[in-house]
């Protein structure tokens, strides 16, 4: 899309819905909420539309796109379910889920979208939004998160208005997002792989599969020729500001994101504090992540000192992120 277009702010209500699945039909770009993070979506089989998602997020390079539908039968038509597939799909869709698996014979998603593999990331988001949308328009929608490369994962409509206004056709505005990480990544090829943790916790997964997962190895997603993950981009995350982990003091010019009720040295000193929850509560934890990381990185302090996070449930999500988050652009 051509930066300078003019830029359509909804709320979700029906005639909204409707206006989107128009303008998907029509090779636009819509911005809608999952229950995961906002997504960009447009019509997958449509490879200009597709081309212009990478244009308006400003993406260096073309990161395969997860293909969005309304249900199981949908995901069918372009990806081969097999067992352990079918298995995890009936469990967890609609959900924070995203399975990649071989391309049927004739899938119609773009082969952009796919960057030239024989696989296709898929996923049935949950948000009665993002189902209504893709109800609607009946296809497909490739949708990375809406937000400019590099940046956080948009959780409020504010936060995709401040990256893409003049970059995309339309944002539907369905209020905060609900998981607040993006979609836990399964490859499943001979066994079952955590491609990327996410807003479905690992043991939940683990717990259906009746064992556990492997997970990819940290430095398969840069320079493989074939890469498994190819977006997992360790700086895909970061904010301007400098993150320090596992932080349990704050220094001077520091802001302070804090987890849990025990105190810090020094967070009277913090130029902002920010509790991601007050209770130790990890999925409360996930929905405020990335609008406090956004928040405190406007503070113009030296560093964003981040305490402990526990690792299990949306734990590992979380410190995923915090992690690519640290690594800096
Ligand atoms: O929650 C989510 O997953 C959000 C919402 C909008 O659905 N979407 C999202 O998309 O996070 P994105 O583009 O930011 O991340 C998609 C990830 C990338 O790391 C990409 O490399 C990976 O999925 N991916 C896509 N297709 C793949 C494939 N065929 N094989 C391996 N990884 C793939
Ligand atoms: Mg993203």
């Known amino acids: 899309m051509k930066v300078g277009l003019k830029t359509q702010i909804l709320p979700a209500d029906e005639a909204a819905v409707a206006v989107a699945a128009r303008c998907l039909r029509e090779g636009g770009l819509v911005a809608f909420p999952t229950e995961t993070v906002y997504g ?9 539309a597709v081309a212009a998602i990478y244009e308006a997020k400003g993406r260096p390079s073309f990161n395969p796109l997860i293909a969005h539908v309304a249900d199981l039968k949908a995901a069918r038509q372009i990806a081969r379910f097999d067992a352990t597939a079918t298995e995890l799909a009936e469990a967890f869709w609609p959900g924070p889920l995203t399975l990649v698996l071989p391309k049927t014979a004739h899938c119609p998603v773009a082969e952009l979208a796919t960057a030239g593999l024989d696989t296709v990331a898929i996923r049935v988001p949950a948000h009665p939004v993002a189902q209504s949308i893709l109800r609607a328009f009946g296809g497909a929608v490739v949708a990375p998160s809406a937000n400019l490369s590099g940046h956080v994962s948009p959780t409020t409509a504010f936060h995709v208005a401040g ?27 001979d066994q079952a792989m955590l491609l990327r943790p996410g807003g479905l916790p690992r043991e939940a997964i683990e717990r259906v599969l009746g064992h556990a997962m492997q997970r990819l190895p940290e430095d398969a997603g840069s320079d493989n020729a074939q890469p ?25 010019g520091e802001a302070l994101l804090a987890f ?19 209770s130790g509560d990890l999925n409360e934890a996930a929905t405020h992540l990335f609008g406090y990381l956004r928040t405190l990185d406007a503070k113009g302090s030296h560093a964003i000192a981040v305490m402990p996070i526990p690792h299990h449930g949306l734990g590992e999500a979380i410190n995923d992120r915090l992690r690519r988050a640290a690594m800096g652009r």
């Open 163 to 189: 990256d893409l206004t003049g970059r995309v056709d339309l944002i539907i505005d369905g209020g905060p997002v609900n998981v607040g990480v993006e979609s836990t990544i399964v490859a499943c090829f």
């Open 228 to 252: 498994l993950a190819p977006g997992m981009l360790a700086s895909h995350y970061a904010p301007r500001t400098p993150v320090r982990l596992n932080a349990t003091e704050v220094g001077d």
């Open 40 to 48: 960009l979506g447009a019509d997958a089989a449509q490879a200009a």
């Open 260 to 278: 849990g009720s025990d105190p810090v040295p020094g967070t009277d000193k913090a130029l902002a504090v920010m509790n991601l929850s007050d």
